[in-house]
C-alpha cells in the first residue's frame, strides 16, 4: 500500500500560508525536491492544485521563466513531470499532467494508496486537514520555519481528534528551518 505523506512548511506559531516563513533557498528547495521524488504522484485540493500549477509548470516555450533561479529548477522539472490527483467538485477538467478525484473522498484515496508505488504526497491546508480526520496520512512533515506570522490559516485547524505522532527524522538547515518527520502513534485522546 502507498502510503500518503502530508509536507508542508509551517511558522513557529502555526501558520501554514505560503508566503509567512522564509523564502526558499539552495538548501530547501534540494529537501522539497528530495520529498517530491520521494512520491509517484501529489494530491492536491483545488486551491493548492492552482497555486502550485502556476508556479511550477514548464511555460509552453518549455524555457523556465527568468526569474526562476538554477537551483529552483530541479523542482519545478520535477513537480512537472510528477502524476497529479486532483480533488475538486468545482473544476471541470485538469491537465498538467493530473486527473480529477470525485466522489466519496475517503473511498478515492483508498484506491490511489491502494495502487503500487512509494507514496502519495500532499499539501496545503484544507485536503490535508480532511485526510487527517479520516485517518488516512501516514507520515507528516513539518518544516518549521524560524518566524511568528500572527495571522494567517493555521496547521490543521479544526482536528477533530488529538492525534498523537512520533517523531522518526528530523534535519536542521543553516538558515534555522528544522525538517521534523512524524508518523502516527496510532493513540487518540
Known sequence: MRPIRYSINVTLDGCVH???GLPPDEESMRYWTAEMERADAQLFGRVTYEMMESAWRRP???AWPDWMRAWEIPFAEA???TKK???SSTLSGVDWNAELVRGDLGQA???LKQEPGEGLSVGGVTLPLALADLGLIDEYVFVVQPV???HGPTLLAGLRERM???LVD?????SGVVAQRYRPSGATA
Open 18 to 20: 505560503h508566503e509567512a
Open 60 to 62: 509552453a516555450t518549455g
Open 79 to 81: 513537480i512537472d513531470r
Open 85 to 87: 490527483y486532483v480533488v
Open 109 to 111: 484515496v483508498q484506491r
Open 148 to 150: 511568528l506570522a500572527g
Open 164 to 166: 498523537q505522532l512520533e
Open 170 to 174: 528530523r534535519h536542521e538547515f543553516r
